[in-house]
């Protein structure tokens, strides 16, 4: 054990609720804002179930290199980008630049240092396609002057470590 004094588990545990948490804050902030959804890093489908509930009506366009998700949570495939993320979201971005709502971005691996860095590049793109108030909710530290940072107190999650996940709102 060396992350905090805390185990795998535990950072699982306040990973998955901060998620929750973050989307959910998301979800209500941004109601009345017209815009779609990006869910960067399908996985197993678990966080894209969870999208598509709360924002239930709206177009979710889905990034990952494969679909590997639950069968319950497989994308309709007009909303699949799949490929690299360093291609596929700068391509869309350019697309949908300011049209987007919502960015959910699960991109990490079990190496923090190159999930960091991805998540470091992926920052500018994502300023690009967000709509002004639009709300980025993310496993990774995204610095950026037009990113507001909200604290987990702020969403509910005032329990999690403060680095358990991140959640800005795109200023504007
Ligand atoms: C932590 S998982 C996402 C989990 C998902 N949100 C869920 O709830 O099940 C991260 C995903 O990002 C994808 N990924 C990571 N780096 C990528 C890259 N550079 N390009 C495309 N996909 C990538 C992986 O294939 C993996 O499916």
């Not at 929750?20 to 979800?27: E, H, Q, R, Y």
């Not at 500018?124 to 990113?147: E, K, T």
Request: overall charge neutral; some cysteine; aromatic content about 8%.
């Amino acid at each position: 054990m060396n992350n905090g004094g805390k185990t795998r588990l535990e950072l699982f545990i306040s990973r998955v609720l901060g998620q929750c948490c973050g989307i959910d804050a998301a979800a209500a902030a941004t109601e009345k804002l017209p815009g779609v959804v990006w869910e960067v890093g399908l996985g197993n489908g678990r966080t894209y179930d969870h999208l598509r509930a709360r924002f239930a009506g709206r177009d979710i366009v889905v990034f990952d290199r494969e679909v590997a998700s639950h069968p319950d949570c497989i994308p309709p495939a007009a909303m699949l980008r799949l490929g690299d993320f360093r291609e596929t979201v700068p391509a869309e971005a350019a697309r949908s630049a300011g049209t987007v709502v919502m960015v959910h971005a699960d991109v990490g691996s079990a190496n923090a240092a190159a999930s960091r860095a991805l998540g470091r590049w992926l920052a500018p793109w994502f300023v690009q396609a967000l709509a002004p108030g639009g709300y980025l909710v993310g496993d990774q530290p995204m610095d950026d002057a037009a990113l507001e940072p909200i604290a987990l107190a702020d969403v509910g999650a005032g329990d999690l470590p403060p680095r358990a996940y991140f959640v800005y709102r795109k200023r504007g």
